[in-house]
């Protein structure tokens, strides 16, 4: 996805940050393991919190640890997260919708990116394929993925000015993604997903506004004209807050601060980012 | 305004409630000291989760019972579809409050700030629309719910404190760079 998901760095302690990226290298390593080297680019900052989210909320997988060097940092031994299902789960929805924005861009965006899809498209497809021979749960997300970007491009077509509306496909892939790794009451997860899925939609669309304003593409805050910013705000700010309450439901297990950190503070921090571009960077690379 | 998972909020209120009363009973008894922070934190969490139980506020006298009943049983299509077919000329403030909540519950959290400040406008001396649209306004602002704490002092507040994040963010980068991180 689109790297909105990011943990709120000054409020992070040094153990929980090490864990995140721990993590985050371990979400790197598997891609690379089990969908070859085209995969690792596609490492995301979502990935990686869906992958600690789910070991956090799920609280049945046990992540085990190892220092070890790799190819983005060959000098220093790194602590890494070893695989389990909830990062085996990431890699395969990366992958899946990986496949899926590739076919996308092919289907409508300009020429360049045309041929880079048409190019990254064979490995992108043998990988989601090595993703679905995994079993049911690939397949569950590959159909909620497909649905997805269905509903997502018949929106656009019919140029839908609501962005509520706009957002829900990729909320709905969201949910259902979330639902695969709920323990105790599938509501909770449920709707933690849907509101994770708008506000990444809803942030894209923000970031994208200008943009697509100059090429004339669709978005949905463009029916707003002048109030489109402040319109995006509130939409964002409004899941935000649901987001935060919704957090408070779970019986999360470890790195339960680095989740709420991400969730209460990460991502208003982004908003932020988004609505005073050119300010402050959280983004730092890991 | 019900929340889709007040539900699950008000048991948890419930084990809350309990084990708040558990310590007041012993502490009573003299049996331990303890301190008298935290508990004060949890409960304004889940309190303003629950919504402060709007749902409940409403005193029966209602237009719409039947389609009140159906959102409390999160049979949304069905409410919206009784809803939607009221005609124009007889939609009231609380049609207004119904169709937010049932947006609400379906995650569309801007339709619904939307029609619960017409419900407000409307009917502006009603609790129930007050409450649901001063809640949305505040998120609306602030991007977390009101009586919620974590974070809230860092972007809530109109002064100054923008300074004080990149100031942490610069030493932040700073550590980061002496302990040989930042490499890429």
């Given at each position: 996805?689109?790297?909105?998901?990011?943990?709120?760095?000054?409020?992070?302690?040094?153990?929980?940050?090490?864990?995140?990226?721990?993590?985050?290298?371990?979400?790197?390593?598997?891609?690379?393991?089990?969908?070859?080297?085209?995969?690792?680019?596609?490492?995301?900052?979502?990935?990686?919190?869906?992958?600690?989210?789910?070991?956090?909320?799920?609280?049945?997988?046990?992540?085990?640890?190892?220092?070890?060097?790799?190819?983005?940092?060959?000098?220093?031994?790194?602590?890494?997260?070893?695989?389990?299902?909830?990062?085996?789960?990431?890699?395969?929805?990366?992958?899946?919708?990986?496949?899926?924005?590739?076919?996308?861009?092919?289907?409508?965006?300009?020429?360049?990116?045309?041929?880079?899809g048409a190019l990254l498209l064979p490995f992108a497809s043998s990988a989601r394929k090595k993703a679905l021979a995994t079993g049911e749960e690939a397949q569950k997300i590959d159909l909620a993925a497909k649905k997805m970007t269905e509903e997502q491009s018949a929106l656009e077509s019919e140029k839908c000015s609501l962005p509520d509306k706009a957002a829900q496909p990729t909320a709905k892939f969201l949910e259902e993604l979330m639902a695969l790794c709920a323990k105790g009451d599938e509501r909770i997860f449920r709707r933690f997903g849907y509101l994770l899925g708008r506000y990444i939609y809803l942030c894209d669309a923000l970031d994208d506004l200008e943009d697509d304003r100059k090429k004339g593409n669709y978005n949905p805050f463009i029916f707003a004209n002048e109030n489109a910013k402040e319109e995006a705000k509130a939409a964002l700010n409004l899941t935000t807050a649901e987001l935060g309450d919704d957090i408070s439901l779970f019986e999360l297990d470890r790195y339960k601060e680095t989740v709420e950190n991400i969730v209460c503070m990460g991502l208003r921090s982004e908003v932020r980012r988004i609505t005073e571009k050119g300010g402050e960077e959280n983004g730092k690379s890991l | 305004m019900d929340n889709p998972l007040a539900d699950i909020a008000a048991e948890k209120m419930k084990e809350i409630n309990a084990a708040y009363e558990q310590i007041q009973k012993d502490r009573k008894a003299g049996k331990t000291s303890y301190g008298n922070t935290g508990y004060g934190g949890a409960y304004a969490g889940y309190n303003s989760y629950g919504g402060n139980g709007y749902g409940g506020n409403y005193s029966g006298n209602s237009q719409f019972a039947d389609i009140r009943r159906l959102i409390q049983q999160n049979r949304i299509a069905e409410a919206e579809e009784l809803l939607d077919g009221v005609p124009e000329y007889s939609r009231n403030a609380e049609w207004y409050f119904l169709k937010g909540s049932i947006y609400y519950r379906r995650g569309w959290l801007s339709e619904a700030s939307r029609c619960f400040q017409r419900a407000y406008q409307m009917e502006p001396g009603n609790q129930e629309y007050a409450a649901a649209y001063q809640r949305m306004a505040y998120q609306q602002q602030y991007g977390s719910s009101p009586g919620r704490t974590s974070g809230t002092q860092i972007y809530g507040c109109p002064c100054d404190c923008c300074d004080c994040c990149t100031t942490l963010m610069c030493m932040d980068c700073i550590g980061d760079c002496l302990c040989g991180n930042g490499c890429c």
């Open positions: 996805m689109f790297g909105y998901i990011k943990p709120y760095r000054p409020e992070l302690k040094i153990r929980e940050a090490e864990e995140y990226r721990a993590v985050y290298c371990g979400l790197c390593r598997e891609l690379g393991k089990s969908y070859g080297i085209f995969a690792r680019m596609t490492l995301s900052y979502d990935f990686a919190f869906m992958a600690m989210f789910m070991m956090s909320a799920n609280g049945e997988i046990c992540p085990s640890f190892e220092n070890c060097r790799c190819m983005a940092h060959p000098f220093k031994k790194q602590c890494r997260c070893l695989e389990n299902r909830a990062i085996s789960l990431s890699a395969k929805a990366a992958m899946i919708l990986t496949y899926y924005k590739i076919k996308d861009d092919i289907k409508d965006k300009g020429f360049f990116k045309k041929i880079a | -």
